[in-house]
């Protein structure tokens, strides 16, 4: 049953709307990190800063992460 549902989760997503769910998400963390940032800080630029360094890094941890995962075939549906 569960293969069943993977295989149609699969199926119902478009490649481009994955793709803006992907960065529709990227654009909801980043504006908390810099919202955080600023009531911490107090500073627009410092915010901005860790804002940018934040999108940067979190963006090549999960390419790492998924490239990381594609090498594991652990739970997988053939």
């Known amino acids: 049953m569960l293969q069943r549902f993977v295989r149609r ?3 119902n997503e478009s ?3 994955s793709i803006v769910k992907t960065i ?6 980043s504006g908390s990190t810099f919202l955080i940032s600023w009531l911490i800080s107090s500073d627009l630029t410092i915010a901005g800063t860790i804002a940018v360094i934040q ?9 790492l ?8 075939n652990w ?4």
Request: proline share 3%.
């Open 24 to 29: 529709s998400w990227r654009l909801t963390g």
């Open 65 to 72: 992460h998924e490239r990381l995962w594609n090498k594991i």
């Open 9 to 11: 989760w699969d199926l």
């Open 15 to 17: 490649p481009r709307r």
């Open 75 to 78: 739970q997988r549906f053939q």
């Open 55 to 63: 999108l940067i890094a979190n963006t090549i941890l999960y390419y």
